[in-house]
C-alpha cells in the first residue's frame, strides 16, 4: 500500500496535469482519495469520469487484464488537479511477483476467446515499460508488448 501526496497547482485556479493518462502494471488498483479529488477515469464513450472522494475505485491493471484474457480491460486514468488543496490519496494494489508467468488459466482460452496476449514474466514487463520505447506507448504498452494480432485483426490490416 501507497500514501501519496499531492500539492496544489502552481498557479492557482489552473488545473494541473498531475499524473499523465496511464494503465496500471497491476493485477488490481483500489484508490481512495481524501478531501482533494482529482483522479480521472477514461469511460467507453470517451469521457473522462471523476469519482467522488468518499468512494473507493477499483481499477483493472494490466495484469487482471491478461489474466482473464481480454474480459476485463485495463482502466484508463490520470491525475487532475484541479482545486487549490493538498491531496492525498492511498493506492492499495495487488502486483505479480517478478518471476510469475502472466497468462490467463487453460478454461478461459478457447476457440471463442483464442488467447489475446502472450505469456511474459511480470519483471519483463516491468523492464519494457521503463525502457525508452515502452514508456512512450503508455497507455497501449501493454498491446505491443504481448499482444497477438488475431487473423480478423491481420486481415483487417491487409485490407488497409
Ligand atoms: O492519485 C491517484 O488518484 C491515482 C494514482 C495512480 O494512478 C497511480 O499511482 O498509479
Ligand atoms: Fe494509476
Same mark, same amino acid.
Given at each position: 500500500?501507497? !500514501? *501519496?501526496?499531492?500539492? &496544489?497547482p %502552481?498557479?492557482?485556479?489552473?488545473? *494541473?496535469? +498531475?499524473? +499523465?493518462?496511464?494503465? $496500471?502494471?497491476?493485477?488490481?488498483? !483500489?484508490?481512495?482519495?481524501? /478531501?482533494?479529488?482529482g ?5 467507453k $464513450?470517451?469521457?473522462? !469520469?471523476? =469519482?467522488s472522494?468518499n ?6 491493471? $494490466? ?5 482473464? #484474457?481480454?474480459r476485463? @480491460?485495463?482502466t484508463?486514468?490520470?491525475v487532475?488537479?484541479?482545486? #487549490? ?7 492499495y494494489?495487488?502486483?505479480? %511477483? #517478478?518471476?510469475t508467468?502472466?497468462? =490467463?488459466? /487453460? /478454461?478461459?482460452? $478457447?476457440?471463442?476467446?483464442p488467447l489475446l496476449?502472450? &505469456? ?7 523492464r ?12 497501449? *504498452?501493454?498491446?505491443?508488448?504481448s499482444?497477438?494480432?488475431t *487473423? +480478423? @485483426? @491481420?486481415?483487417? +490490416? /491487409?485490407a #488497409?
Amino acid at each position: 500500500m501507497r !500514501i *501519496a501526496h499531492y500539492g &496544489p497547482p %502552481k498557479t492557482p485556479g489552473q488545473p *494541473a496535469n +498531475a499524473m +499523465a493518462v496511464h494503465t $496500471d502494471m497491476t493485477f488490481t488498483s !483500489i484508490l481512495c482519495q481524501h /478531501e482533494e479529488e482529482g483522479l480521472e477515469i477514461l469511460s467507453k $464513450d470517451g469521457s473522462w !469520469i471523476t =469519482p467522488s472522494r468518499n468512494s473507493l475505485t477499483f481499477l483493472v491493471g $494490466d495484469e487482471l487484464s491478461v489474466l482473464c #484474457n481480454g474480459r476485463l @480491460e485495463p482502466t484508463i486514468h490520470r491525475v487532475t488537479m484541479r482545486g #487549490n488543496g493538498h491531496r492525498y490519496v492511498t493506492n492499495y494494489s495487488s502486483v505479480p %511477483k #517478478n518471476e510469475t508467468v502472466v497468462q =490467463p488459466p /487453460e /478454461e478461459l482460452v $478457447d476457440t471463442e476467446h483464442p488467447l489475446l496476449f502472450k &505469456p511474459f514474466y511480470h519483471s519483463d514487463y516491468l523492464r519494457f515499460l521503463f525502457s525508452q520505447e515502452g514508456i512512450k506507448l503508455i497507455p497501449n *504498452a501493454l498491446k505491443v508488448f504481448s499482444g497477438i494480432i488475431t *487473423a +480478423a @485483426e @491481420e486481415g483487417k +490490416a /491487409e485490407a #488497409n
